[in-house]
């Protein structure tokens, strides 16, 4: 079964993602924050198909984690979620670890269209774009 950890300071959204997740039939680990969801990570030694995290959150942010998973477990699948322009910025230099960055607010079919995306491996645009033009100069 796949497995998927949620990290989300948002106790309603992480509820929200959670229980999509979970009736689209995947195992899902919650965390209430970046910190969590890395002791999480570790202990279960990067035993997770896909990470979903928020990127503003208390004690790690979605990009301190993101950059502590992707170094220690990088065959796990990093996908953040934000509803903060500012911070969807941040997460432009982490192609390389980010699958993409889903903006909230979202809807169900818009999240679990995106969860399956990046489980089965389809390049994003960015990801995309960013491999061409390096084909090109290259």
């Known amino acids: 079964m796949t497995r998927i950890l949620i990290a989300e300071d948002d106790e309603n959204v992480r509820r929200f993602v959670a229980q999509a997740l979970k009736m689209s039939g995947y195992d899902v680990e919650e965390a209430s924050d ?6 999480i990570m570790e ?15 208390p004690i790690m942010d979605g990009i301190g984690l993101a950059l502590e998973v992707g170094a220690k477990y990088p065959q796990v699948i990093i996908l953040l ?11 432009h230099g982490l192609d390389a670890l980010v699958y993409d960055v889903i903006v909230k607010p979202f809807s169900l079919a818009d999240l679990l269209a995106k969860v399956e995306d990046a489980l ?3 390049p994003i ?6 491999r061409q033009e390096m084909n090109k100069a290259g």
Do not use: N, P, Y
């Open 34 to 39: 970046g910190g969590l969801a890395a002791e």
């Open 43 to 57: 202990e279960e030694q990067g035993a997770f198909d896909l990470l979903l995290s928020d990127i503003k959150m």
């Open 81 to 91: 979620m934000t509803g903060f322009a500012d911070q969807r910025e941040r997460a």
């Open 120 to 122: 089965a491996g389809k």
């Open 125 to 130: 645009e960015i990801l995309s774009l960013s």
